[in-house]
């Protein structure tokens, strides 16, 4: 095994065999399909201590859905529109996270062990790595605060991003 290898699967912690195999695989392409990233999304960002993709993935599907809603036919209300929403615009990022969740953790991981490299000395390199690296399941409470915290925005930001169905069909 390469040092460079052995420091990946310190990063990793669990699982490090299935992440680094998927990561040789993507040689040729940026994607590779994975299951856990496509299931809980920023769950999995948050688990895989990938903060800041997950208050991007957030704030992405929190920006999408008001727009989004705002052009479809579902109910006259902003917020049952938002809301009946979330769940399609959601479905749509996960796709895509887990189509490149595997990439984005690799950089991810590549980043955290760069930085570990010029923080630690060589004896110490290893736990450094793990330190910055591996699992969170404490990051895990944070979902039902970003779940609350979504619909609250959702529900101010209804009002601002409206444009009911019907006034869109009656000026066809």
Do not use: C
């Amino acid at each position: 095994m390469s040092s460079d290898e052995r420091l990946h699967e310190a990063f990793v912690g669990p699982n490090a065999a299935h992440y680094i195999l998927g990561w040789d695989s993507m040689q040729r392409r940026r994607w590779s399909w994975n299951w856990s990233a496509f299931l809980f999304g920023e769950g999995w960002l948050l688990y895989r201590k990938m903060y800041l993709y997950a208050i991007v993935f957030s704030l992405t599907r929190l920006t999408l859905t008001p727009l989004l809603s705002s052009i479809t036919p579902f109910g006259d209300s902003p917020l049952n529109q938002a809301i009946l929403l979330l769940m399609p615009y959601t479905m749509i990022l996960n796709i895509a996270l887990g189509l490149y969740g595997n990439h984005f953790y690799r950089i991810h991981a590549d980043d955290k062990i760069k930085a570990a490299i010029k923080e630690f000395e060589p004896e110490r390199l290893l736990l450094g790595v793990q330190s910055k690296g591996g699992v969170s399941l404490l990051a895990l409470l944070w979902i039902p605060v970003i779940a609350i915290v979504e619909h609250i925005a959702l529900f101010f930001m209804g009002n601002d991003f409206s444009i009911h169905w019907t006034e869109i069909t009656q000026q066809l």
